[in-house]
Antibody, heavy 122, light 110 residues
Framework: QVQLVESGGGVVQTGRSLRLSCAAS????????MHWVRQAPGKGLEWVAL????????YYADSVKGRFTISRDNSRNTLYLQMNSLTAEDTARYYC???????????????WGQGTLVTVSS | QSALTQPASVSGSPGQSLTISCTGT?????????VSWYQQHPGKAPKLMIY???KRPSGVSNRFSGSKSGNTASLTVSGLQAEDEADYYC??????????FGTGTKVTVL
């Protein structure tokens, strides 16, 4: 069965960096695009970033462009989110999610991880 | 990348039907039949309920249905049950490789 397990969250000071990971299993990871989606405490969902199945294309929300970098290691079945210059507004639970298209986009999410919490504190 | 507009809350009694709207623009909801809907219970990850506007994934109750008219998509829950009480979010492709969620709707079963 498909499993997505995020890790790497924690408390970090304003201006510092953090790298999140998402370990995938139960499917051919290298054939699916992957997303990061976040949810601030008590707030709604916000799309953060997308990476194509082979890592050749990456897209970001304006709110994180230039600060966050999405990447993947298909040999390790792992998705990453490098977050730099963190601010209080980045405090959220970060979910990784799969686009169900085989080597193309279907523009929705069929599987989600349970998320990892990032708290940015001064 | 402005969020799609949803009502903050809707409520209904068991057995009734309710509809959640998701209003966007000609650039997102109005241009693509790519709206999906997610259900989120407290402390849980979102769950896909509807994709490509009106398609239901395997395992999702047929009490959930989706539609679209112009720049507004809708999710209808019929035969409301206690377990349907949750937050619901719409999501759409917005062109130029950008994606946007709705503001979210809290559904209360009275």
């Amino acid at each position: 069965q498909v499993q997505l397990v995020e890790s790497g969250g924690g408390v970090v000071q304003t201006g510092r960096s953090l790298r999140l990971s998402c370990a995938a299993s139960g499917f051919t990871f290298s054939s699916y695009a992957m997303h990061w989606v976040r949810q601030a405490p008590g707030k709604g969902l916000e799309w953060v970033a997308l990476i194509s199945h082979d890592g050749s294309n990456k897209y970001y929300a304006d709110s994180v462009k230039g600060r966050f970098t999405i990447s993947r290691d298909n040999s390790r079945n792992t998705l990453y989110l490098q977050m730099n210059s963190l601010t209080a507004e980045d405090t959220a639970r970060y979910y990784c999610a799969r686009d169900p298209g085989w080597e193309l986009l279907r523009y929705y999410f069929d599987f989600w991880g349970q998320g990892t919490l990032v708290t940015v504190s001064s | 990348q402005s969020a799609l507009t949803q009502p903050a809350s809707v409520s209904g009694s068991p057995g009734q039907s309710l509809t959640i709207s998701c209003t966007g623009t000609r650039s997102d909801v109005g241009s693509y039949n790519l709206v999906s809907w997610y259900q989120q219970h407290p402390g849980k990850a979102p769950k896909l309920m509807i994709y490509e506007g009106s398609k239901r994934p395997s395992g999702v109750s047929n009490r959930f249905s989706g539609s679209k008219s112009g720049n507004t998509a809708s999710l209808t829950v019929s035969g409301l049950q206690a377990e349907d009480e949750a937050d619901y979010y719409c999501y759409s492709y917005a062109g130029s490789s950008t994606y946007v969620f709705g503001t979210g709707t809290k559904v209360t079963v009275l």
